[in-house]
Protein backbone atom coordinates (compact mmCIF):
# COMPACT_ATOMS: atom_id res chain seq x y z
CA UNK A 1 0.00 0.00 0.00
CA UNK A 2 1.58 3.41 -0.85
CA UNK A 3 2.28 5.64 2.22
CA UNK A 4 1.72 8.88 0.86
CA UNK A 5 0.24 9.26 -2.10
CA UNK A 6 -0.01 12.29 -4.22
CA UNK A 7 -2.96 13.02 -7.27
CA UNK A 8 -2.17 13.97 -10.17
CA UNK A 9 1.41 12.94 -11.04
CA UNK A 10 1.51 15.04 -13.94
CA UNK A 11 -0.51 18.57 -14.06
CA UNK A 12 -0.10 20.92 -17.51
CA UNK A 13 -2.17 23.95 -17.50
CA UNK A 14 -2.69 27.39 -18.72
CA UNK A 15 -1.56 30.46 -16.93
CA UNK A 16 -4.23 32.04 -15.04
CA UNK A 17 -5.76 28.77 -14.66
CA UNK A 18 -6.82 27.78 -11.32
CA UNK A 19 -5.47 23.84 -9.98
CA UNK A 20 -5.39 21.36 -7.10
CA UNK A 21 -3.14 18.80 -5.49
CA UNK A 22 -4.51 15.87 -3.47
CA UNK A 23 -2.28 14.52 -0.74
CA UNK A 24 -3.12 11.65 1.28
CA UNK A 25 -1.38 9.50 3.89
CA UNK A 26 -1.70 5.95 5.58
CA UNK A 27 0.67 6.36 8.46
CA UNK A 28 -1.54 7.59 10.98
CA UNK A 29 1.22 10.23 11.13
CA UNK A 30 -0.24 13.57 12.54
CA UNK A 31 2.27 16.28 10.68
CA UNK A 32 1.74 16.81 6.65
CA UNK A 33 3.79 18.84 4.52
CA UNK A 34 4.04 20.35 0.71
CA UNK A 35 7.57 21.29 -0.75
CA UNK A 36 8.70 22.80 -3.85
CA UNK A 37 11.69 21.28 -6.01
CA UNK A 38 12.76 23.57 -8.59
CA UNK A 39 14.20 22.62 -11.81
CA UNK A 40 17.76 22.99 -9.68
CA UNK A 41 16.73 20.02 -7.51
CA UNK A 42 16.35 22.35 -4.50
CA UNK A 43 13.64 21.50 -2.25
CA UNK A 44 11.92 24.45 -0.03
CA UNK A 45 9.14 24.00 2.92
CA UNK A 46 5.93 25.77 1.68
CA UNK A 47 3.59 24.58 4.35
CA UNK A 48 3.15 22.39 7.16
CA UNK A 49 0.59 21.28 9.13
CA UNK A 50 0.31 19.57 12.45
CA UNK A 51 -3.14 18.07 13.24
CA UNK A 52 -5.23 19.81 10.92
CA UNK A 53 -3.62 22.94 11.86
CA UNK A 54 -1.22 25.11 9.87
CA UNK A 55 2.38 25.49 11.95
CA UNK A 56 4.86 26.49 9.05
CA UNK A 57 3.67 29.01 6.44
CA UNK A 58 7.24 29.98 4.27
CA UNK A 59 6.90 32.90 2.12
CA UNK A 60 4.60 31.81 -0.21
CA UNK A 61 1.95 33.80 -2.67
CA UNK A 62 -1.00 34.08 -1.11
CA UNK A 63 -1.94 32.45 -4.42
CA UNK A 64 -1.27 29.07 -2.91
CA UNK A 65 -4.02 28.05 -0.03
CA UNK A 66 -3.32 25.00 1.36
CA UNK A 67 -6.40 22.82 3.24
CA UNK A 68 -6.40 20.28 5.49
CA UNK A 69 -9.74 18.14 6.09
CA UNK A 70 -8.31 15.73 8.40
CA UNK A 71 -5.02 14.46 9.34
CA UNK A 72 -4.46 12.32 6.74
CA UNK A 73 -5.21 14.80 3.90
CA UNK A 74 -3.41 18.00 3.12
CA UNK A 75 -4.18 19.36 -0.50
CA UNK A 76 -2.82 22.83 -2.67
CA UNK A 77 -4.94 24.69 -4.46
CA UNK A 78 -3.31 27.36 -6.52
CA UNK A 79 -4.95 29.62 -7.91
CA UNK A 80 -4.09 32.34 -11.31
CA UNK A 81 -1.32 30.10 -11.83
CA UNK A 82 2.06 31.73 -13.17
CA UNK A 83 5.34 30.30 -15.25
CA UNK A 84 7.11 30.25 -12.43
CA UNK A 85 5.24 27.86 -10.26
CA UNK A 86 6.30 25.54 -12.83
CA UNK A 87 7.95 22.88 -10.42
CA UNK A 88 7.35 19.54 -8.97
CA UNK A 89 5.69 19.49 -5.61
CA UNK A 90 5.79 17.44 -2.76
CA UNK A 91 3.61 16.23 -0.28
CA UNK A 92 5.35 14.17 2.37
CA UNK A 93 4.45 12.98 6.49
CA UNK A 94 6.21 12.31 9.36
CA UNK A 95 5.51 11.79 13.00
CA UNK A 96 5.64 14.97 15.06
CA UNK A 97 8.39 17.01 13.16
CA UNK A 98 11.66 15.54 14.46
CA UNK A 99 11.33 11.90 12.48
CA UNK A 100 11.85 11.18 9.40
CA UNK A 101 9.39 12.42 6.20
CA UNK A 102 7.71 9.65 3.94
CA UNK A 103 7.62 11.73 0.54
CA UNK A 104 5.05 11.43 -1.97
CA UNK A 105 5.61 10.42 -5.52
CA UNK A 106 5.49 14.24 -6.34
CA UNK A 107 3.23 16.37 -9.13
CA UNK A 108 5.21 17.90 -11.96
CA UNK A 109 3.31 20.92 -12.57
CA UNK A 110 3.93 22.58 -15.95
CA UNK A 111 2.24 26.30 -16.30
CA UNK A 112 1.81 27.08 -19.94
CA UNK B 1 17.14 30.40 4.04
CA UNK B 2 19.09 26.99 3.09
CA UNK B 3 20.82 25.14 6.08
CA UNK B 4 22.45 22.50 4.78
CA UNK B 5 25.06 22.80 1.86
CA UNK B 6 26.24 19.10 0.39
CA UNK B 7 29.53 18.50 -1.16
CA UNK B 8 30.69 17.51 -3.64
CA UNK B 9 27.73 18.81 -5.71
CA UNK B 10 28.39 15.65 -8.20
CA UNK B 11 29.98 12.29 -7.36
CA UNK B 12 31.29 10.10 -10.27
CA UNK B 13 32.83 6.38 -9.28
CA UNK B 14 32.94 2.90 -10.35
CA UNK B 15 30.60 0.20 -8.81
CA UNK B 16 32.81 -1.38 -5.68
CA UNK B 17 33.58 2.35 -5.02
CA UNK B 18 32.91 3.94 -1.87
CA UNK B 19 31.23 7.10 -2.31
CA UNK B 20 31.73 9.91 0.63
CA UNK B 21 29.12 12.88 0.34
CA UNK B 22 29.60 15.79 3.12
CA UNK B 23 27.64 18.31 4.38
CA UNK B 24 27.57 21.16 6.41
CA UNK B 25 24.82 23.64 8.46
CA UNK B 26 24.09 26.65 9.94
CA UNK B 27 21.63 26.58 12.92
CA UNK B 28 21.55 24.22 16.11
CA UNK B 29 19.65 20.83 14.89
CA UNK B 30 17.84 18.20 16.64
CA UNK B 31 18.87 15.82 14.20
CA UNK B 32 20.25 15.24 10.45
CA UNK B 33 18.90 12.95 8.19
CA UNK B 34 19.75 11.88 4.74
CA UNK B 35 17.46 11.23 1.39
CA UNK B 36 17.94 9.36 -1.71
CA UNK B 37 15.95 10.48 -4.93
CA UNK B 38 15.77 8.44 -7.62
CA UNK B 39 15.43 10.37 -11.05
CA UNK B 40 11.61 11.23 -11.60
CA UNK B 41 10.72 9.68 -8.09
CA UNK B 42 10.14 10.76 -4.61
CA UNK B 43 12.82 11.35 -2.23
CA UNK B 44 13.51 8.15 0.18
CA UNK B 45 14.82 8.28 4.08
CA UNK B 46 17.68 6.93 4.43
CA UNK B 47 19.24 7.12 7.95
CA UNK B 48 18.46 9.96 10.86
CA UNK B 49 21.50 10.56 13.14
CA UNK B 50 20.43 12.88 16.67
CA UNK B 51 22.59 15.76 17.82
CA UNK B 52 23.55 13.36 20.77
CA UNK B 53 24.83 10.36 18.48
CA UNK B 54 28.00 10.68 16.54
CA UNK B 55 27.88 7.70 13.93
CA UNK B 56 25.20 5.33 12.85
CA UNK B 57 25.18 2.69 10.53
CA UNK B 58 22.64 1.04 8.51
CA UNK B 59 23.90 -1.51 5.89
CA UNK B 60 26.50 -0.24 3.49
CA UNK B 61 25.85 3.32 4.85
CA UNK B 62 27.71 4.90 7.70
CA UNK B 63 26.71 8.58 9.04
CA UNK B 64 28.51 10.36 11.25
CA UNK B 65 27.89 14.11 12.55
CA UNK B 66 30.58 16.43 14.17
CA UNK B 67 27.99 19.13 16.01
CA UNK B 68 31.19 21.35 16.74
CA UNK B 69 32.33 21.32 13.10
CA UNK B 70 28.47 21.94 11.70
CA UNK B 71 29.00 18.71 9.46
CA UNK B 72 28.19 15.44 8.62
CA UNK B 73 29.11 12.90 6.46
CA UNK B 74 27.44 9.75 4.53
CA UNK B 75 29.60 6.76 3.21
CA UNK B 76 28.11 4.34 1.08
CA UNK B 77 30.40 1.13 0.71
CA UNK B 78 30.82 -0.98 -1.71
CA UNK B 79 28.98 1.30 -3.96
CA UNK B 80 26.66 -0.43 -6.83
CA UNK B 81 25.12 1.48 -10.11
CA UNK B 82 21.49 0.80 -8.80
CA UNK B 83 22.86 3.40 -5.71
CA UNK B 84 22.89 6.02 -8.55
CA UNK B 85 20.61 8.67 -7.28
CA UNK B 86 20.76 12.22 -6.06
CA UNK B 87 21.37 12.56 -2.45
CA UNK B 88 20.38 15.17 0.41
CA UNK B 89 20.95 15.93 3.72
CA UNK B 90 17.74 17.34 5.55
CA UNK B 91 18.58 19.17 9.22
CA UNK B 92 15.63 18.64 11.56
CA UNK B 93 15.67 21.91 14.22
CA UNK B 94 14.81 22.14 17.45
CA UNK B 95 12.03 23.49 18.20
CA UNK B 96 8.42 22.12 18.64
CA UNK B 97 7.30 23.01 15.05
CA UNK B 98 10.32 22.66 13.55
CA UNK B 99 10.75 21.78 10.08
CA UNK B 100 13.46 19.80 7.63
CA UNK B 101 15.34 22.14 5.84
CA UNK B 102 17.07 20.55 3.00
CA UNK B 103 20.21 21.17 1.26
CA UNK B 104 20.87 21.30 -2.49
CA UNK B 105 21.50 17.64 -2.96
CA UNK B 106 24.32 15.36 -4.64
CA UNK B 107 24.39 13.81 -7.54
CA UNK B 108 26.18 10.59 -7.70
CA UNK B 109 26.74 8.51 -10.61
CA UNK B 110 28.11 4.89 -10.20
CA UNK B 111 28.94 3.78 -13.20
CA UNK B 112 29.10 -0.53 -14.19
Known amino acids: DTAVSQTPKYLVTQMGNDKSIKCEQN?????MYWYKQDSKKFLKIMFS???????INETVPNRFSPKSPDKAHLNLHINSLELGDSAVYFC???????????FGQGTRLTVV | SQQGEEDPQALSIQEGENATMNCSYK?????LQWYRQNSGRGLVHLIL?????REKHSGRLRVTLDTSKKSSSLLITASRAADTASYFC????????????FGKGITLSVRP
Open chain 1, 92 to 102: ASSQLTRTEAF
Open chain 1, 27 to 31: LGHDT
Open chain 1, 49 to 55: YNNKELI
Open chain 2, 27 to 31: TSINN
Open chain 2, 49 to 53: IRSNE
Open chain 2, 90 to 101: ATGGTGANSKLT
